[in-house]
């Protein structure tokens, strides 16, 4: 599922995780902090991309979900990881198992011949 709803910011919103969030979600992240900012890059890119395929205006600021994200319980925050790693975006970006392997096994080889 790449949809769920959560108490934030005063309301109950969805977040959407598609093929524009995760572009989203990429701009987002500070390149030099990114275990910091992860999260309220993930939480603003799917409310974001939510508002969009609703066609509904996106009105909110990246510091006002900043802040909706502090308050967010930890059950909550792990719901809306565990969202996003279900969606088809990022399991392409994870490699498969088997290709983990073909490349462990790959890496052996050149370090024998070396």
Same mark, same amino acid.
């Given at each position: 599922m790449s949809y769920i709803k959560i +108490?934030?910011?005063g309301k109950e919103?969805? &977040? *959407?995780? #598609? /093929?524009g969030a995760l572009i989203t979600f990429q701009g987002k992240i500070d390149p030099d902090n990114v275990a910091g =900012?992860?999260? %309220?890059?993930l939480v603003w890119a799917g409310l974001k991309a939510n508002a969009y395929v609703k066609g509904e +205006?996106?009105?909110e600021k990246f510091e =006002?979900?900043?802040?909706?994200?502090d308050e967010l319980s930890? $059950?909550?925050?792990i719901e809306v990881i565990k969202t996003f790693q $279900? =969606? /088809?975006? %990022?399991q392409k970006l994870i490699p498969e198992e088997k290709d983990k392997k073909? &490349?462990?096994? *790959? #890496? =052996? *080889?050149r370090n024998v011949l070396k």
């Amino acid at each position: 599922m790449s949809y769920i709803k959560i +108490e934030i910011g005063g309301k109950e919103r969805g &977040l *959407k995780f #598609n /093929q524009g969030a995760l572009i989203t979600f990429q701009g987002k992240i500070d390149p030099d902090n990114v275990a910091g =900012t992860t999260g %309220y890059a993930l939480v603003w890119a799917g409310l974001k991309a939510n508002a969009y395929v609703k066609g509904e +205006e996106f009105t909110e600021k990246f510091e =006002t979900v900043c802040d909706w994200v502090d308050e967010l319980s930890p $059950e909550t925050v792990i719901e809306v990881i565990k969202t996003f790693q $279900e =969606t /088809q975006a %990022y399991q392409k970006l994870i490699p498969e198992e088997k290709d983990k392997k073909k &490349l462990r096994h *790959k #890496n =052996t *080889k050149r370090n024998v011949l070396k």
